[in-house]
Every structure is written in structure tokens, then in C-alpha cells.
């Protein structure tokens, strides 16, 4: 059965910026290239995926896919597909380090990201490298709650801090991909990462999408910025 969907409410979620109005035939046009693809993508990559899970398996107890709670389109909560990187009791070994660790700490409150994160284990280091982690997400995109292209799949808890420009970077699906990862991933700032969310969504169209496909998959196989 689908997982429900339901709407979150966004502190000013409609200030500011209004949601945009996109082209209707070339979101149809995206959405057909969407399905399509992460279709076949399943079927082809279904053996690499096998292999993956068991990879996960044999290292560290727990399951081989995680999900978490993102925002969707329209504030819409959905759960996100990945394959699980971290330890079981990530959350805990989080908390313990950036306690222990200003630094980190620091990094954490800028970035939401750690360049030597102890949660992650040796099998997700290297699914995190190649960027297969979020293979599983082609479910998201099958199931109408992503798109290959278009903004980050926010956290929950980062809600708040995206709340002043939700209504326009909430107004495409999130992406598998999208500028974050051809503008430099990781090595972004929270604030840098909105900027281009907005400049992505302000700007869409199909040829947008078709350059920054060969932008992401240029920083996939060169993993520029991931880890």
C-alpha cells in the first residue's frame, strides 16, 4: 500500500514569493521523462540493488533500506528512500560526537553535514561517494513524490529555517539530483544551498533540467564534494 502523504504546516510558508506558475506541457514532459527513466533504471539496476542490500547487510546489523521523513511539493510530508549508510543508533553517536566536538559542532550548525561523519559506516562511506545510496529513491519518483531534477528533499527539522522561501522552493518536487549536487554538495552552506534551490526553481524549464543532468552525472562519477 502507498505510504500516506499529509500536509505539514510551514511557519510563513506563504510569505514572500508566491509560488510560481510553471509551463503545464513541460511539467508533463518532465514527469513522463521521470517515470519513464526511473523505470527502467529499476529494472536494470534490480541485481546492483540486491547486491547492495546484502553489502549492508553482512557489515552492520539493522535494514538494508532506510526512510525518512522529507517535504515534498506543496509542504507535503513524505517517506524517502535510501539505502541505509549509518549505524543503527545513529541519532545517539551524532549527539555523543558534536558533545565532544566544537569543531563538528560548528561544522554541523552551518553545513547539517560532517566531512568525517561517525555515524556512517565503511559501506556507506562508499555508497555515499558514488552516490548510490539514493538509487532507492527511483520508488519516490515512481510513486509521483520526486523527480530525477529539482530542489533537495528538505528534512523535517529543517523546516523552520527553509519556512521564508518554502512557497517557491516547495513549488517543484524534490530531486534526486538537482544543483546541490552540481554546485558542490557537501562542501555548500544551508544558506548556499537555498540560494540555488530558488534560482532552480525561478529559472526551470526542460533545457535547465537537460544541462544540469550532465552537471550532476559530470559531479556523480568524479564524486566532487561528496561524502
Known amino acids: 500500500m502507498a505510504e500516506e502523504t499529509f500536509a505539514v504546516v510551514l511557519p510563513h510558508a506563504h510569505g514572500g514569493q508566491p509560488p510560481l506558475r510553471h509551463s503545464r506541457w513541460q511539467l508533463k514532459v518532465k514527469r513522463l521523462v521521470d517515470v519513464v527513466v526511473a523505470a527502467l533504471t529499476l529494472v536494470l539496476l534490480a541485481p546492483v540493488f540486491a547486491v547492495i ?3 549492508i547487510k553482512l557489515e552492520t546489523p539493522g535494514p538494508a533500506l532506510y526512510s525518512d521523513r522529507r517535504l515534498g511539493k506543496g509542504g507535503r510530508v513524505f517517506k524517502c528512500f535510501k539505502f541505509r549508510t549509518m549505524f543503527a543508533d545513529s541519532e545517539a553517536i551524532l549527539q555523543a560526537h558534536l558533545e565532544r566536538d566544537p569543531e563538528a559542532r560548528q561544522r554541523w550548525a552551518s553545513y ?9 559506516t565503511r559501506v556507506g562511506k562508499w555508497l555515499r561517494r558514488t552516490t548510490l545510496d539514493e538509487f532507492p529513491q527511483v520508488v519516490n519518483i515512481l510513486r509521483g513524490e520526486m523527480s530525477i ?12 529555517e527553509l519556512a521564508p522561501y518554502a ?45 544540469l543532468f550532465w552537471k550532476s552525472l559530470i559531479a556523480v562519477l568524479t564524486a566532487r564534494g561528496a561524502h
Open 112 to 120: 547539517k553535514k560532517l566531512p568525517d561523519d561517525p555515524r556512517v
Open 149 to 160: 531534477l529539482g530542489p533537495r528533499p528538505f528534512m523535517l527539522r529543517e523546516a523552520e
Open 53 to 55: 542490500a546484502l553489502l
Open 167 to 211: 512557497a517557491e522552493v516547495l513549488s517543484l518536487p524534490p530531486g534526486m539530483a538537482g544543483m546541490w549536487i552540481a554546485h558542490g554538495r557537501n562542501r555548500l552552506t544551508f544558506e548556499q544551498r537555498i540560494r540555488l534551490e530558488l534560482e532552480y526553481v525561478r529559472a526551470w524549464s526542460l533545457r535547465l533540467d537537460f544541462v
